[in-house]
């Protein structure tokens, strides 16, 4: 056979599989295709209007947070001493009130003045509450703050770190926490070397929760002074 007729029963193959596979999409297409509409009330039905209302006083949720968020007391102090002796799981209720009365009476006894009981309330540690008082006793040990100039060095290095992070606005705020919510030299050094962007996720072993929530409300402009 010569070679253009070789070449001519190739070219109706090819007509042929190309006609077969087009066949076979518009099948395909019809057969997985559904016209069908879901809603009884037809397709062409308009969507009715969101109904949006505002939460009532009872589940607002910042009416809750304010409720929730209970203000220190020996009883906050309890809270977390407990947690320190006991964990999350204490055996039973009894270990746990027990406890809980104990820590309470002892917060009691020692006479903790509000910068302590706010303090106290927020520790994850038992090294942290030497950060906030003495007046507990063991075991507690008293935590050395940074002195005024020991503040100013150590922003000296903060601050130009600061400022890399777009946080310039804040090195005033971060001065002011250095030097009367208290620094140890723990958490200043922590700061420097990895707590310029975020000191709460970085830097939160080292210090009570209390000195973060007051770094932050001078942040944000709602700080109040308590000592």
């Known amino acids: 056979m010569r070679r253009d007729a070789w070449w001519g029963l190739g070219a109706l193959g090819l007509v042929a599989m190309l006609g077969a596979c087009a066949g076979g999409r518009e099948v395909s297409k019809i057969r997985y295709t559904s016209t069908d509409c879901p809603d009884p009330s037809g397709c062409g039905a308009a969507l009715g209007t969101p109904e949006y209302q505002l939460p009532d006083e009872a589940h607002d949720p910042v009416a809750v947070a304010a409720t929730e968020s209970e203000p220190p007391s020996c009883a906050t102090v309890a809270v977390a001493l407990t947690a320190l002796e006991l964990g999350n799981y204490a055996a039973d209720d009894a270990e746990r009130t027990d406890a809980l009365a104990k820590h309470e009476r002892a917060c009691q006894a ?83 070397e990895r707590g310029y962007y975020d000191p709460v996720a970085a830097c939160r072993g080292e210090a009570p929760g209390w000195v973060f929530d007051r770094l932050q409300a001078r942040i944000d402009g709602t700080h109040a002074v308590t000592r």
């Open 110 to 192: 020692a006479k903790l003045d509000a910068r302590e009981l706010a303090c106290t309330s927020t520790v994850t540690n038992v090294a942290q509450i030497g950060y906030c008082t003495r007046k507990l006793g063991a075991p507690a040990v008293k935590v050395p703050m940074l002195s005024a100039d020991d503040c100013k060095a150590t922003m000296a290095a903060l601050g130009p770190r600061l400022q890399g992070y777009n946080q310039g606005a804040n090195i005033p705020h971060f001065a002011a926490s250095c030097t009367e919510d208290g620094w140890s030299e723990q958490l200043a050094d922590c700061l420097v």
